[in-house]
């Protein structure tokens, strides 16, 4: 009868009937060639979920009572079915948000977003100017979403998002990024960068310096309207947690469907490590949810390991497994930017050539560098 | 596009009739519930079963202290009226 009950974050450990965090990838075709892309998205896969396949889907997040689906790809604008897929998702009560390159969102397309009730758009940006951002995202890419920035605000479409991925780079640009959303009437949405996908190859130059990394706790930690996706609870260890769940939420809730149905623990590890099932398998992704081995082991209660000595344990639950499993640290080892620089330790044990390299990937055939128009 | 959220807070008065807001919905856990309003979309945790069952059968009782008298041992309830409290904050519930 208790009503202050064990944390929920001790509860959401254990999993639950279905995810409160589920990323949905449309599609791996992608007309950008972005060089840390997390699922290395370029060409479409020809068995990506038919349009009923999707619409099943979609009808069976509404009987789970999954309440919104993050969408994403790839760029999801490019399936022709883009439109039919987030009315149904309306329609059955599934709230949409959103990532997209903004690279399609034309006039005619903000007005019809801007009509469609509950969708949130987020347009990604990861530099405050175009030099910065197209270094990442590929030349004319920020002109791009500005342009769509822009035509959602012709078409009063209200409050979209500015989400950003945060490099080495554009640490120095918070303020400006807080300004453009502010000049847009936008909401700023800053996520870790992960060496995940394509993210593996740039990781190492990319990710923010130890330095970085505290300036970006200062900053976030005096902001309550920037959201994080919860994705920088690594960095609770400097002292105040930050706002969110801090915990890895894994197969726990949060995962991630790709274009071709498969079920990844969550949207940064797709890999086969990581793979618990098909979306097509019989009992569809229900079963995927709570039946599959993967996901069981993940609500196993986990052992601090490395990390069972280290103080801040209970603020940063050891990081992200993705970005342990990707720079070749032990799941149960430091996160690799771990603020007490254990990570760094724990990364110099393992030659990056010895790291495991992504199992998927669906890059465009031309080499991806950054800071190299394509 | 986001519906503006209408202004609220009106005082928890337990003597008052309440229910569930029209634009929640409840998807329960083990935990208790996780309720998610499509008008604000803030998403809220109900963190005990018992209040779940408060929370869908406030509307069928004349008050929430009756809703409590009926369900709920009375000693447990001025957790109870604090947690609705909260919950007419976060338009979970609302005045029937």
Same mark, same amino acid.
């Given at each position: 009868?208790?009503?202050?009950?064990?944390? =929920?974050?001790?509860r959401?450990?254990?999993?639950?009937?279905?995810?409160?965090?589920?990323?949905?990838?449309?599609?791996?075709a992608?007309? =950008?060639?972005?060089?840390?892309?997390?699922?290395?998205?370029?060409?479409?896969?020809?068995?990506?979920?038919?349009?009923?396949?999707a619409?099943?889907?979609i009808?069976?997040?509404?009987?789970?009572?999954?309440?919104?689906?993050?969408?994403?790809?790839?760029?999801?604008?490019?399936?022709? #079915?883009?439109f039919?897929?987030?009315?149904?998702?309306?329609?059955?009560?599934?709230g949409?948000?959103?990532?997209?390159?903004?690279?399609?969102?034309?006039?005619?397309?903000?007005?019809r977003?801007?009509?469609?009730?509950?969708?949130?758009? *987020?347009?990604?940006?990861?530099?405050?100017d175009?030099?910065?951002? #197209?270094?990442?995202?590929?030349?004319?890419?920020?002109d791009?979403?500005? *342009?769509?920035?822009?035509?959602?605000?012709?078409?009063?479409?209200?409050?979209? &998002?500015?989400?950003?991925?945060?490099?080495? /780079?554009?640490?120095?640009?918070?303020d400006a990024?807080?300004?453009?959303?502010?000049?847009?009437?936008?909401?700023?949405?800053?996520?870790?960068?992960?060496?995940?996908?394509?993210?593996?190859?740039?990781?190492?130059?990319?990710?923010?310096?130890?330095?970085?990394?505290?300036?970006?706790?200062?900053?976030?930690?005096?902001?309550?309207n920037?959201?994080?996706?919860?994705?920088f609870? /690594?960095?609770?260890?400097?002292?105040?947690?930050? #706002?969110?769940?801090?915990?890895?939420?894994?197969?726990?809730?949060?995962?991630?469907?790709?274009?071709?149905?498969?079920?990844?623990a969550?949207?940064?590890?797709?890999?086969?490590?990581?793979?618990a099932?098909?979306?097509?398998?019989?009992?569809?992704?229900?079963?995927?949810?709570?039946?599959?081995?993967?996901?069981?082991?993940l609500?196993?209660?986990?052992?601090?390991?490395?990390?069972?000595s280290?103080?801040?344990?209970?603020?940063?639950?050891?990081?992200?497994?993705?970005?342990?499993?990707?720079?070749?640290?032990?799941?149960?080892g430091? #996160?690799?930017?771990?603020?007490?620089?254990?990570?760094?330790?724990?990364?110099? &044990?393992?030659?990056?050539?010895?790291?495991?390299?992504?199992?998927?990937?669906?890059?465009?055939?031309?080499?991806?560098r950054l800071?190299v128009?394509? | 596009?986001?519906?503006?959220?209408?202004?609220?807070?009106?005082d928890? +008065?337990? +003597?008052q009739?309440?229910?569930?807001h029209?634009?929640?919905?409840?998807?329960?856990?083990?935990?208790?519930?996780?309720?998610?309003?499509?008008? @604000?979309?803030?998403? %809220?945790?109900?963190?005990?079963?018992?209040?779940?069952v408060?929370?869908? +059968?406030?509307? @069928?009782?004349?008050?929430?202290?009756?809703?409590?008298?009926?369900? %709920?041992p009375? +000693?447990?309830?001025?957790?109870?009226?604090?947690?609705?409290?909260?919950?007419?904050?976060?338009?979970? %519930?609302?005045?029937?």
């Open positions: 009868m208790a009503l202050e009950s064990p944390s =929920l974050t001790d959401f450990k254990l999993g639950l009937e279905a995810p409160i965090c589920l990323t949905w990838e449309l599609t791996y992608c007309n =950008l060639a972005c060089v840390h892309c997390l699922s290395s998205s370029g060409r479409r896969d020809p068995q990506e979920l038919s349009t009923s396949e619409k099943a889907l009808d069976e997040m509404a009987e789970l009572k999954i309440f919104y689906v993050n969408i994403g790809g790839g760029e999801p604008m490019i399936r022709s #079915d883009f039919e897929i987030i009315d149904h998702c309306v329609d059955r009560g599934v949409v948000k959103f990532s997209t390159n903004g690279t399609r969102l034309d006039a005619e397309k903000a007005e977003l801007a009509k469609s009730d509950y969708v949130d758009v *987020q347009i990604s940006l990861d530099g405050a175009a030099v910065t951002n #197209d270094a990442v995202r590929g030349e004319g890419s920020y791009a979403a500005i *342009q769509a920035m822009e035509n959602l605000v012709a078409a009063n479409f209200g409050q979209f &998002k500015i989400s950003v991925v945060m490099t080495r /780079h554009n640490i120095p640009q918070l990024f807080e300004a453009l959303a502010d000049h847009y009437g936008a909401q700023l949405r800053l996520t870790r960068l992960r060496p995940s996908g394509r993210g593996a190859d740039t990781w190492d130059e990319l990710h923010p310096t130890a330095g970085q990394q505290r300036e970006l706790y200062d900053w976030l930690i005096t902001r309550t920037v959201l994080t996706g919860d994705s609870f /690594h960095l609770s260890a400097f002292g105040d947690a930050l #706002d969110g769940l801090n915990l890895c939420g894994a197969g726990r809730v949060v995962c991630l469907i790709d274009p071709v149905g498969d079920v990844y969550c949207p940064f590890v797709i890999h086969d490590e990581f793979l099932g098909n979306v097509r398998d019989p009992g569809a992704f229900t079963s995927v949810w709570r039946d599959s081995d993967l996901f069981r082991s609500r196993e209660p986990s052992s601090a390991g490395a990390c069972a280290c103080g801040s344990y209970d603020a940063c639950q050891g990081g992200c497994m993705a970005a342990k499993f990707f720079t070749g640290i032990p799941l149960d430091p #996160d690799p930017e771990c603020v007490y620089g254990h990570g760094e330790t724990a990364m110099a &044990k393992v030659a990056v050539e010895l790291r495991p390299g992504p199992s998927v990937d669906h890059s465009a055939r031309v080499p991806v800071g128009s394509s | 596009m986001p519906a503006s959220s209408p202004d609220v807070v009106t928890f +008065d337990p +003597d009739a309440w229910r569930k029209p634009q929640v919905a409840l998807r329960e856990e083990a935990f208790g519930a996780l309720a998610y309003h499509y008008g @604000n979309r803030r998403l %809220i945790f109900l963190k005990s079963p018992e209040l779940v408060v929370v869908r +059968d406030l509307e @069928n009782h004349p008050s929430a202290r009756a809703a409590l008298d009926a369900l %709920i009375v +000693d447990a309830h001025g957790s109870y009226e604090r947690a609705l409290a909260r919950l007419v904050e976060s338009e979970v %519930i609302c005045g029937a």
